[in-house]
């Protein structure tokens, strides 16, 4: 079998908030990844007298999560997700999610989801690292749409 | 150009599901073609003018 092509690294990928699902904010120059989990199927299973396998059956799929980590500043403020994101979470509100593996362009997929923050990380401090100070959060919900995008 | 939507595409409006159409401009139309998200829909051609020759 011929090698794949057309393999990319992320360094491109571009990630964005909504908490309409219109109006969307672009958090790429903040975001530093993202790591989406879950989403499988209900699944059951049993065993009958015969054979030695079991018999699996699926239902409807469960729900995932989508965690971005950000980095955190006080004065870059239409950039960082904590303030942005802030109120949605104490609301408990609707927050829309989409991101493009491969940055966003006519022709790149996008995968989108909504569903409801379930964390809104705090920056932990370390006096004895340079690290730049992080914050994050996860939204949970369904199952992303995957889409081309147009324009 | 005129296209119709074979895998979800996603535009600023909404998300176009497989069976719809819409309008793209060429270069898209060339993008999204070669990504396998949509297929050029025929322009239909102008029906004939009824042949009214011989109907006395």
Redesign the interface.
């Given at each position: 079998m011929a090698q794949a092509t057309g393999v990319e690294s992320a360094k491109d990928a571009k990630v964005e908030v909504s908490l309409n699902g219109t109006d969307w904010t672009d958090i790429s120059g903040a975001a530093n990844s993202l790591q989406p989990s879950g989403w499988n199927k209900q699944r059951a299973e049993t065993y009958t007298f015969t054979g030695n396998n079991p018999i699996v059956t699926v239902g409807k799929n469960e729900l995932g999560d989508v965690a971005v980590t950000t980095i955190y500043t006080e004065t870059d403020t239409a950039n960082d997700a904590f303030d942005l994101l802030d109120s949605a979470y104490d609301a408990g509100d609707d927050v829309y999610l989409r991101w493009s593996p491969l940055g966003g362009g006519?022709?790149d997929r996008?995968f989108?989801t909504v569903g409801k923050l379930t964390a809104l990380n705090f920056p932990g401090v370390d006096a004895s690292t340079a690290n730049p100070l992080m914050t994050g959060f996860t939204l949970r919900g369904g199952r992303p749409?995957?889409?081309?995008?147009?324009? | 150009m005129k296209v119709e939507v074979l895998?979800?595409?996603?535009?600023?409006d909404k998300?176009?599901l497989p069976g719809e159409t819409?309008i793209?401009d060429q270069q898209?139309a060339a993008?999204?073609i070669?990504?396998g998200?949509v297929t050029e829909v025929a322009e239909p051609k102008q029906p004939n003018k009824p042949d009214t020759k011989g109907a006395e």
């Open positions: 006519v022709g996008r989108a749409t995957a889409s081309i995008i147009a324009s | 895998r979800r595409v996603s535009r600023p998300d176009y819409l793209v898209t993008i999204l070669g990504k998200a």
